[in-house]
C-alpha cells in the first residue's frame, strides 16, 4: 500500500440538508441549461419571449413582512430577518448589492441589525461557523456565496445559523 493510499482521509458525510442543497445545485444548473436549449430552439419564432434565467428568480413569499420570527434572541431573530429579506429583495451572488436591490447575506445582516455594528458581527460570526460546519474549505461568508449557484443553499445557511443561535440563547 502506498504513502499516497494510506494518508488518503474517507469522503464526509453529508447530513440531509447538505446532500439537498447539493441536489438544489444540480437541477438549477440541469434548469438553467434547458431555458438556454429553450431560448436557442424558439429564438426563430415570431414573437418569442425569452424565459427569465432561472437561478435569479426567487419564488414570492406569501407574506414575509407578516411571519413572526420563530426566533426568541437577538442573534436569531436578526439571522431570520436576514432571511426574510433575501426572499423579498433576492440574492447577489458577486456583490454587496446590485441594481435591483437583490442583497448578499452579509447586507442583509448589516441592513437588519440598523446600525448595530456588534450584533451584525455577531450574527456574520454564527452563519460563517454553520457555513463552516457544512462546507469546511469555506473561508469567508463572500467566496462562500459567490460559490453558490443558487439562493437555497444561502437560504439554508441562514436557517441553521438562527437555529443555532436560537438554542444557544445567543
Given at each position: ?5 494510506a494518508t488518503?482521509l ?5 447530513d440531509?440538508d447538505a446532500r439537498?442543497?447539493l441536489?438544489?445545485?444540480a437541477m438549477t444548473?440541469c434548469?438553467d ?12 419564432l ?9 437561478a435569479e ?5 406569501l407574506?414575509?413582512?407578516a411571519?413572526?420570527?420563530?426566533c426568541q434572541?437577538?442573534?436569531a ?7 426574510i429579506?433575501?426572499?423579498?429583495d433576492?440574492w447577489c451572488?458577486?456583490?454587496?448589492f ?7 447575506p452579509i447586507r442583509?445582516?448589516r441592513?437588519e ?7 451584525a ?6 452563519l ?8 469546511a474549505?469555506a473561508?469567508t461568508?463572500?467566496?462562500?456565496n459567490?460559490a453558490q449557484t443558487s439562493?437555497?443553499?444561502v437560504?439554508l ?5 438562527a ?8
Open positions: 500500500m502506498s504513502t499516497a493510499t488518503r474517507a469522503p464526509p458525510v453529508l440531509l439537498l442543497a441536489v438544489d445545485a444548473v434548469l441549461q434547458a431555458a438556454v436549449a429553450f431560448e436557442v430552439n424558439t429564438a426563430h415570431p414573437g418569442a419571449d425569452s424565459v427569465p434565467h432561472i428568480t426567487l419564488p414570492v413569499p407574506t414575509p413582512a411571519a413572526p420570527s420563530p434572541t437577538p442573534i431573530d436578526l439571522l431570520h430577518r436576514a432571511r429579506r433575501i426572499e423579498t433576492g451572488r458577486d456583490a454587496v446590485d441594481e435591483s436591490g437583490a442583497v448578499c442583509a445582516i441592513l441589525a440598523a446600525g448595530d455594528r456588534r450584533l458581527d455577531d450574527a456574520c460570526v454564527y460563517l461557523d454553520r457555513i463552516q460546519d457544512q462546507f474549505d473561508e461568508i463572500p467566496s462562500w459567490a439562493a437555497a443553499p437560504l445557511a441562514l436557517d441553521h445559523a437555529h443555532h443561535a436560537h438554542t444557544h440563547n445567543a
